[in-house]
């Protein structure tokens, strides 16, 4: 249950698109459609964002994309906005478990 | 409307034991899987355990095992989680929610445990 690495921080500006990856294993994010991403503002609870590697929930703006090759998930923000600044957590199945990444801060300069 | 309402966090010395509830409501809960997820200050999200739609089947991280046990109560549409022989890493805000395929779109405010002498 080792968690899924991604990178501490990047950064973007304004109307700019930002990618943040997420690598884990074939057990895990490799292994199964499961890839899931979070949004995470200080102090509230998360935000699902995309679920099963590239849905997007209802409500949720479509400048939000998620991929993934082999045992690589990634998130893509496009037209980055102020509102976008937050963390972001990708989640995997892992069998009879889920494993979280480490968490990527995002700043919008 | 989804609601989910954890509660029982708190205070407590190391060695010492907590339960915490979710109380559910807005969606039908006996058909849910639900799980909990708990975050350390400053730190990330981490999966705590999971339980199927009626408590038959149920899943823990190797962090928890043999010490903590998720149930609920289907006709109280309430979920729990018994954590017993705290230690200060336990310290983190848990959060209860609805697991669905591996995702979570329904999650609770939170509570906070704190574990310390």
């Known amino acids: 249950q080792s968690a899924l690495t991604q990178p501490a921080s990047v950064s973007g500006s304004p109307g700019q698109s930002i990618t943040i990856s997420c690598t884990g294993t074939?057990?895990?994010?490799?292994?199964?459609?499961?890839v899931s991403w979070y949004q995470q503002h200080p102090g509230k609870a998360p935000k699902l964002m995309i679920y099963?590697?590239?849905k997007r929930p209802s409500g949720v703006s479509n400048r939000f994309s998620g991929s993934k090759s082999g045992n690589t998930a990634s998130l893509t923000i496009s037209g980055l906005q102020a509102e976008d600044e937050a963390d972001y957590y990708c989640c995997s199945y892992a069998g009879s478990s889920l494993v979280f990444g480490g968490g990527t801060e995002l700043t919008v300069l | 409307e989804v609601q989910l309402v954890e509660s029982g966090g708190g205070l407590v010395q190391p060695g010492g034991s907590l339960r915490l509830s979710c109380a559910a409501s807005?969606?039908?809960?006996?058909?849910?899987?639900m799980h909990w997820v708990r975050q350390g200050p400053g730190k990330g999200l981490v999966w705590v355990s999971r339980i199927n739609n009626d408590g038959s089947s149920t899943s823990y991280a190797d962090s928890v095992k043999g010490r903590f046990t998720i149930s609920r109560d289907n006709a109280k549409n309430t979920l729990y989680l018994q954590m017993n022989s705290l230690t200060a890493e336990d310290t983190a805000v848990y959060y209860c929610a609805i697991y669905n395929s591996g995702s979570s779109e329904y999650w609770g405010q939170g509570t906070l445990v704190t574990v310390s002498s």
């Open positions: 099963e590697d590239k």
């Open positions: 074939s057990s895990d994010v490799g292994g199964y459609n499961l």
């Open positions: 807005g969606f039908t809960f006996s058909s849910n899987w």
